[in-house]
């Protein structure tokens, strides 16, 4: 968030409330998307451990 000053400056532009508003919103739905991401990957990795670990546990990740 702080790098993001630095285009601001660049640009002209102000860091008003919009703009720091914009920013907040983005890393949010940054961080929820890396939630869902480990999420899915717990849940399958727990998934195959159940059922044998019959594939490689790399592959069982990317698949996620």
């Given at each position: 968030?702080?790098?993001?000053f630095v285009p601001f400056r660049?640009?002209?532009v102000s860091a008003?409330?919009?703009s720091l508003g914009g920013i907040?919103?983005?890393v949010g739905a940054?961080?929820?998307?890396?939630?869902v991401v480990v999420e899915q990957t717990h849940k399958k990795l727990e998934v195959w451990n159940r059922t044998?670990?019959?594939e490689n546990a790399s592959d069982v990740i990317v698949a996620a």
């Amino acid at each position: 968030m702080l790098i993001s000053f630095v285009p601001f400056r660049m640009m002209g532009v102000s860091a008003n409330i919009m703009s720091l508003g914009g920013i907040a919103i983005a890393v949010g739905a940054l961080v929820d998307a890396a939630i869902v991401v480990v999420e899915q990957t717990h849940k399958k990795l727990e998934v195959w451990n159940r059922t044998g670990r019959k594939e490689n546990a790399s592959d069982v990740i990317v698949a996620a």
